[in-house]
Structures are given as C-alpha cells and as structure tokens.
C-alpha cells in the first residue's frame, strides 16, 4: 500500500518489487513455475505442494457471480501478498507467516445485534455452504488477480445475529498476535487493522467471508482462517484474519484512512476516474501475467458496476473516495 518506510526497517530487507517479478519470470522460463495447464487440473503443481497441509474444502461451484476470467495460478495469489502484520515486502506474508496458528479461532460478534458473544469459528460457518466465488480482486496499487475464493456471503451470516436497526455500518478487526506476526512487533502500521462497510454494502449479495481459496482452506498470508473479500473495492477494503465484527451506528474508523486520510477514503471503490493523489488508477497490471504483458484498463467497481452501482445513486464518488 505504499507507505512510508518505518523506521528501522534497512532498504536490503525490502525486496524491490522488479527484482520479485524477475524471479518469478526466471523460475517460469526454466519450467519451474505455473504448471498447472501441463497437469490440466486448474491448479499449479506447486499448489499440491505448496497447499499440502490445507484441508481441503466441501465447495458448492458455478455461482452467478463468478467471473469466467481466467484464474491467476495459486502460487502467485499465495506468494505475492499485502499483509502487513507480517511485513511490507509482497514475499513477506508468505515468508514470515509460518508461526501463526489460525486454529482454533473465535469471533467476537458485538454492537447493535440481538445475538452477541463470542463465538467459536466453527459455529458462525457451520452452518452454511461454503461457495466458490472467482473475482477479480484489483489493489489500490494498480495490479489485479482472479481469485477462485471459497467462502460464504456474509449477509448470511450476519442475519443470524439479528441486527437492530440502529445498525447502519459494519466494523471489522484483524487480531493481534505479535509474537506470532512480526510486522505487528515492528509498528508497521497502527494495529489491530479495522475496516468497516456500510450495512447495505455487508449485506450485498456479492460480499463474502472467504474461509478458503482454490477449494482449500485460506494460507496464513491470504488472512487465514476468516477474510473479507469486497470484490468492487480496493483490495484493502478485504480485511484478513477477523476476530470481531462490530454492528455500529456510526461510520467505523478504517486503518489507511487513519493513516493517510487524503490518499485513502471509506468507501474505496475501484474508480478508474479517480486517481490516487500519487499515481493514476485508469489501468491495472494483471499479477502472473509477466513483466512485458500489456496494462489494461480498469473497470467501474472493478467490473461490477451493473450489481453495486445503485448502491451509490446521490453519492459523489469524488468527494467519496
Ligand atoms: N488485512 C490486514 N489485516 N492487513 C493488511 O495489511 N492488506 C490489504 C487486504 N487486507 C491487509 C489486509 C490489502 S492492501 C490487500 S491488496 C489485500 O488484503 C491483499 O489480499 P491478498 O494478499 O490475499 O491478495
């Protein structure tokens, strides 16, 4: 998300992120990478190794929902991440997350709901189909993938807590574990790292909580076990690794509008019209598709204008960035 470096980070430890790309071009030109068409399984060869300690998930396919875009390979989505609790490098999540346990796992369910608690993962997911949802998930920082999420559309889950209707907004934390997440030791960002969702955008029918991807469970550095995926907004809107969800009156404070109130707003919806005060969003650079592969446009809502854009009649998106 292109902050600032902190203090006490050397630039050597940052992986320049040409130099990442080259590596991963390097490993494909020697056959070592995106196997997958070879085995004509849909997923990389180093998916099965790679995902081998992942439970494999009971996914019900073929949602409306999902775009027939082709699925960026399972080892560039779970190697090339944000994840800030683990560091600033995209290799970081992957590299440095291999200490964090996402079992067991509970959720704090609190605010303006008739049903609040805590409550143990298993019981909030239980109860519901697990889905496969391929979206395309486009960064604030003009690169995209498609993801073959499985996961549960969160208004299911939300219902089951009876919110009052006082409840306009949903407010979302990420836990807070530092000797488990070591860029949470080093004050990366201020943390837990929160997010929040009006309660018509939570209730959408193409919101989900993911709980895996690639019908398998979530690795560690996609936000294991438990994530949002907002598929129409910046992906930092994509909260990883919830503990408590919050029923709340008031617009939640998110963590990159604290941090950099002009540069990222609440909403955060993928507007190719609207450029980031530092560089333009008008196009977008597909991840795993190689260094010399063409730019292209991006998408009103990231292409999901025809089911989100009347959620935002009356609202200027400027001013509501
Ligand atoms: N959630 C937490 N808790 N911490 C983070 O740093 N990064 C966000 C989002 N969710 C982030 C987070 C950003 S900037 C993006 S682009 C997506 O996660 C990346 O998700 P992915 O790594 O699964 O592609």
Known sequence: MLINKPPGIRPSEITPESVFRNRRQLLRAAGLGGAGLLLGTGC???????????????????????????????????SYNNFYEFGLDKSDPARLS?????????????????????FD?????????IEERIYRLRCVEAWSMVVPWNG????????????????KYVAFETVVRPSEMPGQRRGVL??????????????????LLAVGLYGRELPNQNGAPLRLVVPWKYGFKSIKSIVKISFTETEP?????????????????????????RWSQAK??????????????????????????????????????
């Open 152 to 167: 549960i559309p969160l208004g299911d889950i939300i219902k089951r807590f009876e919110p009052t209707s006082r409840a």
């Open 121 to 129: 993962l298993d019981d909030i997911i239980g109860p519901h189909p």
């Open 98 to 118: 291999g200490d964090f346990k996402p079992r067991p796992w509970s959720v704090e369910i609190a605010g303006e709901a008739a049903k609040t608690g805590v």
């Open 253 to 277: 404070p998110t963590t990159w509008s604290l941090s950099a109130p002009r540069e990222y707003g609440f909403y955060a919806n993928v507007n190719p019209e609207v450029d980031h005060p």
């Open 190 to 207: 201020d943390f837990p790292y929160v997010e929040g969702l009006t309660m018509a955008e939570a209730m959408h029918p193409l919101t």
């Open 44 to 78: 990389s060869a180093e998916e099965s190794e790679a995902s081998g300690a992942l439970k494999s998930l009971d996914v019900v396919k073929g949602s409306s929902f999902s775009t027939d875009e082709p699925m960026t390979d399972y080892e560039d989505i779970t």
């Open 284 to 321: 977008e650079r597909a991840i795993g598709g190689g260094v010399f592969s063409p730019k292209k446009p991006t998408l009103m809502f990231n292409g999901y204008a025809e089911q989100v854009a009347s959620l935002y009649e009356g609202l200027d998106l400027r001013k509501n960035f």
